[in-house]
């Protein structure tokens, strides 16, 4: 009896002890939100109503909304490119034999061990020594780095729970890897691509840390825009783009979820 009693009080200390950090991670969110649609400058308790002012100005900040345009460029363009090399390499790495592979593998998942701190300060100076420096280009490679690997492995894991068969019956029937590849593989790993894609639209679009190596003075994405705008002064309009970036954030992985499972059930 007793033991039911302290496996019962455990449980509820466990429970009240996940409840307590929950609160701590997502309430400063939750404030952020809120505050966004203060009707005062003071951003601050109590609120004196409610408004939308924030967020018409933040819209009418062009400054802002080219952070914007630079982010979703960059996340785009950095996603196609992470998503058609790590295609391509789970597919080497899953199907294929080589030398060196346990070595490449080792070396695409390096960006998740080592700190982005050290990883941007590595790249610059890398591509400092050979005479490569701060642009656009270079943000594209580094978040394409950064990237990758999410892709390698959720492709990967598909690859990995997908049997043979299939492909082995189209090369028997006359197939040969390219038309394998288009008509058999490539449908039954589509809802892996699109979830690396949209890991790698993640990734990018909320990098501040190696963003700030690497980017080019004049270069703002919405994080390092946030940042600076951090630097100066505490304005309310922080609130607004916060709100838009966790919306924005939130709503991405949910549709991309509502996709993938759609598109499986038809394939």
């Not at 940042?227 to 916060?242: Q, Y």
Request: proline share 4%; glycine share 8%; aromatic share 10%.
């Amino acid at each position: 009896m007793s033991a039911t009693l302290e496996s019962r009080a455990a449980l509820w200390l466990l429970g009240l002890f996940s409840v307590a950090v929950y609160i701590f991670q997502f309430a400063p969110i939750a404030v952020v939100m809120l505050l966004s649609f203060n009707g005062s400058r003071s951003g601050a308790f109590p609120m004196e109503g409610l408004s939308l002012q924030w967020y018409e100005k933040l819209f009418a900040n062009d400054s802002i909304l080219q952070a914007f345009q630079t982010s979703i460029v960059l996340a785009l363009g950095c996603s196609l490119v992470a998503t058609a090399v790590g295609v391509m390499a789970a597919i080497a790495l899953v199907r294929y034999q080589f030398k060196a592979k346990n070595g490449i593998s080792t070396l695409i998942s390096l960006p998740l061990l080592v700190p982005e701190v050290v990883l941007g300060v590595a790249l610059l100076m890398f591509l400092k020594l050979m005479g490569v420096y701060r642009s656009f280009g270079m943000l594209l490679l580094g978040h394409t780095v950064l990237a990758l690997p999410f892709v390698v492995l959720v492709v990967q894991a598909r690859l990995v729970g997908l049997r043979q068969n299939f492909e082995e019956a189209a090369l028997s029937l006359g197939a040969n890897r390219l038309q394998t590849f288009r008509e058999v593989t490539l449908p039954l790993i589509s809802p892996a691509i699109l979830g690396g894609f949209l890991f790698a639209v993640a990734i990018s679009f909320d990098n501040i840390t190696a963003t700030l190596f690497w980017k080019k003075p004049g270069i703002e994405t919405v994080p390092t825009k946030i940042f600076a705008m951090l630097r100066t002064s505490i304005s309310p309009e922080i609130n607004a783009l916060g709100s838009v970036m966790i919306i924005v954030t939130i709503l991405l992985p949910l549709i991309g979820g509502f996709v993938v499972r759609r598109f499986s059930r038809g394939r």
